[in-house]
């Protein structure tokens, strides 16, 4: 890249970036805190469907403070249906490191962003350019699929070792007067213009600086190697109603969706046990399933639930497990629940609440 080519670059992106942005409420800021609650919820999820989580989160915990000493199960019931729920306590957690360790003020520097728990590369990166206007690289999917088509670069993203090629790359090219409208033009110009699948090659600002235009490479990258199929798990949970009240079982402290509560749930290995006699061992209860409420599929990043749901009755309790409580309907609703659990107890509402 020689410096006319990077000056043309940076001149395009930033002018494009500052007259067409959308306008979103994390753009609206300049606190590090609040742009850094943003890029974790942007992570792995689509921007129409945190705007509403971040202003919720935002009005609920507005500091540092606020979020340090928030109640776990009160945070996770906030980020309910946002899914990858590690994201919420390592933010917590990497927030409470600032508050104790750098009198709430959030590090300024890549090596000391970097220490806090779940601070990784692009989410310090984003951090440093947008809140305090540091030439740093920030680099998602988006960043590279823009850079693999405008330099030609066709290393295989699927590796991670390839990452490391793009941040040099964002380094040399990045506006050091400008890195925040830089970075974040990046990732706009992926998000809107530079698309996966048909990109909108003749509404691309640097269009005339992209190599894969010019080659008509541009549907042919980034190279992604395919992931492996994920694995399948059988899942079968049941709602038990008993004197008005709800059985609900809280997930373990690590792990998948960790303490999430769900209903009862078994995986069946194999087809000689029913659900009622694995039911009776975990759970020392003994039910009479009835009625199907719901059967779906839920999607995790590295493996899929194939749900059925019913309802059970209860006949007889041998002493329930420790993670295992009653609730009120009423109490159902206030506590953290994937989105898979949210699909069952709404089916079920709908049709014995409702009657």
Known sequence: MNDLYKQQVRKELVSWFEEEKRDLPWRKTKDPYKIWVSEVMLQQTKVDTVIPYYERFISKYPSLESLASADEEELLKEWEGLGY?????????GVKEVVEDYGSIVPSTRKEISKLKGVGPYTAGAVLSIAYSVPEHAVDGNVMRVLSRLLLIKEDIAKPKTKKVFEEAVMELIDRENPSSFNQGLMELGAVICTPTKPKCLLCPVREYCTAFFEGMQEELPVKTINK??????MK???????????????????????????????????????EEVIEHDYRISIVKGKEIASFKHIFSHLTWEMESFEAKLTKDKGLPTNCKWFTKIEVENQPMPVPMLKIWNAWKERNLEQ
């Open 229 to 234: 199929k994920t694995k399948i798990h059988k």
């Open 85 to 93: 729920y590690s994201r919420a306590r390592n933010l917590q957690a």
């Open 237 to 275: 949970a049941v709602v038990i109603e008993e004197d008005g009240k709800i059985l609900l079982e809280k997930r373990p402290s690590k792990g998948l969706l960790a303490n999430m509560w769900q209903f009862p749930m078994v995986e069946l290995p194999t087809a000689t046990h029913t659900v």
